[in-house]
């Protein structure tokens, strides 16, 4: 360890090195701040011994200013100005008066050793040299608006208002420098000068005949009294609203709580949207705009909801929590399931305290169902298929789904209440109910009083009852395709769930469909016999047999080296075609098959099926004038004639003998 320095040795270390430089404290050792003194100037400051013996004074070398030094600076680099506070360092302002006008003022030793002087005097100095006369502001209206403006005033300054007048005869006062910049033009023109009470009066009934003033126009922005002569309403308005905006009567066109019925009501105003409220009464009590909330009844499956706001169900449409099928089906179950047992509960709730942050965004926990039964907390959540696969459609992962549903399992059982989740994959009837009566929902409810076929009968959307009632009529699947605008396998998917809850008696077995394909007349008993046979896929022939437009043919064969494609027909509307109906589609078929390969020789008007046919016909390839007939006139010559021919694609041909009938 090394020996510490004894005061006598500091002393005759610091007269060697800095012999005008005294001590003016004991040492204690080379961490300890002590006073030091400067023989030559008298400057006194803190120091740490080894920080002064070796760069010195601070006033000495210049790192430090005392207000004698700094006074002595001022006045050899700024003639402007007098310091007279004390120099306490380069940012803190310093007191000095200024030698032009006399005002003392503080100001930073900074700027005024870069020569900056008084800012009042300075402004006053640079506005001299550039002020603007009269003469040039005359000279600069004229170079801008040329004689559409004339100066009547005397020019000050440009923030300062000048009269000014118009080619057009009006005369204002306006600020030189809004003239001058363009901002601000004749009021007259522009249609911004101010009105008075007669031409209000006239504007009003051009643009608003029913509704007069009551009161004398003070200004277009100040409020006046006027009347609706419609309804008598009268009410306090600006007169811009009606003028410029062009609002009405806030009776007669909404935009107030005084319901007038007849007039603003909801059976007068939008009788469709009154006929969705549970008590019909609602309807004349308020408007179709309102933010009130009342109960709907659902016009299919009758289910009261909980109250709404009138205006978001006007402008969003009414959404059925027991029916709509925009609601995944285990929710509407359990919708229904709670409904009928007349357990008071909340649905797709959320609380303050569920908000959390996963993968850097902030998340806010909804839950499926909430009730409270015996002081005891509830909450019921339907994990159907997106709680163990991707989401496409919002991109959410299985294990970011399966975080949020931890996170707030925990944040539910950490305020006391239970959470009680029921798998619902995959979504059938069968499996929601059995994993209900094995779940701890079964020791809380009485499930064994549930009815569940009225239970899923009310989950059954509305398109699935009137495809059921369809099919019940004797529809056949075919037609309900094309009435519903939907496939196969939906209409399908409708039929069974109709079987299951009694809708309608539907099997897959007992109602498969023939089909027949129309090239060979076979018949098959379903589409997937008839996809082994001819090796076609059953989406293709399911395709064709509902007359998709772009897919009016399925797969093809090969007949002396020729595709002919194969036609199929659902076998119920095969029997209602015609031999005559059955050749012409088939055709027509075969045409969609190969219409963009015909070509036509319009030397001759004969057709082949493509440029191969056309080529062994003519022994010449026929592409050259086929795809440049600007290039090449010809290609090929009749094989008897040796006459030169011309080509055209077939579609090509018959859209230039349709315009030129129709120009005809």
Known sequence: MARLKTNEEFVEELKQKQPHITLLAKYVNNTVKLPFKCNIDNFEWDSLPTQTLKCGCKVCNGAWKTTETFIKEAKEKNKKVKVIGEYKGAYKKILCKCLICGEEYYTTPTCILQGNGHNACSMKESGLKHRRTHEDFCDLIKKKYDNEYTVLGQYTKASNKILMKHHCGYEWEVVADSILTGHSGCPKCSGVYRMDNYEYIEKLKNINPTIVPLEEFKGIDKKILHKCTVCNHEWKVIPASLVNYKRGCPICKGGTNTVIVGLNDMWTTNPELA???????????????????????????????????????????????????????????????????????????????????????????????????????????????????????????????????????????????????????????????????????????????????????????????????????????????????????????????????????????????????????????????????????????????????????????????????????YYEDYTKMSDLEILQYIQKATFERHKNNIVICTTTNTIFPNTIYAKEWCGSSITGNLYNPSLVSYSGKHPITNEKLKWLKYNDYLKSTASSEGSF
């Not at 539910?412 to 009680?420: C, Q």
């Not at 998709?548 to 002396?560: D, I, Q, S």
């Open 275 to 569: 006929k969705l409220l549970s008590n019909s009464n609602d309807g004349y009590k308020y408007m179709q705009g309102s933010n009130s909330k009342v109960s709907w009844k659902c016009p299919d499956c009758g289910k009261i909801s909980k109250p709404m706001v009138i205006s978001k169900v006007k402008s969003r449409g009414f959404f059925c929590k027991a029916c709509s099928q925009t609601r995944s089906l285990p929710n509407r179950i359990m919708y229904n399931l709670l409904s009928d047992m007349d357990i008071k509960f909340q649905d797709e709730l959320s609380f303050e305290w569920c908000r959390f942050k996963l993968n850097g965004k902030n998340r806010k926990g909804i839950y499926d169902f909430y009730f409270e039964l015996n002081d005891n907390k509830y909450i019921v959540e339907m994990d159907g298929y997106f709680h163990a696969n991707n989401n496409t459609m919002n991109g959410q992962t299985t294990k970011t789904s399966q975080k949020i549903d931890f996170i707030k399992d925990k944040l539910a059982e950490e305020h006391g209440i239970k959470v009680i989740r029921i798998e619902c994959i995959p979504s059938t009837t069968e499996i929601i109910k059995k994993n209900i009566l094995t779940s701890d929902l079964y020791k809380i409810l009485d499930l064994t009083k549930v009815n569940w076929n009225k239970c899923f009968y009310n989950s059954a959307s509305p398109i699935i009852k009137d495809v059921c009632k369809d099919f019940n009529n004797g529809i056949c699947i075919s037609d309900l395709e094309r009435n519903y605008n939907k496939d196969f396998g939906t209409i399908q998917k409708f039929l069974l769930y109709g079987n299951k809850i009694g809708l309608c008696h539907y099997t897959c077995d007992g109602n498969r469909r023939k089909i027949v394909c129309l090239n060979d007349s076979k018949i098959f008993q379903s589409i997937s016999k008839a996809s082994k046979f001819y090796n076609i896929p059953e989406c293709s022939i399911q395709k064709c047999c509902s007359q998709n437009k772009e897919n009016v043919y399925a797969g093809r064969k090969l007949e002396n080296d020729y595709p002919i494609p194969y036609i199929f027909k």
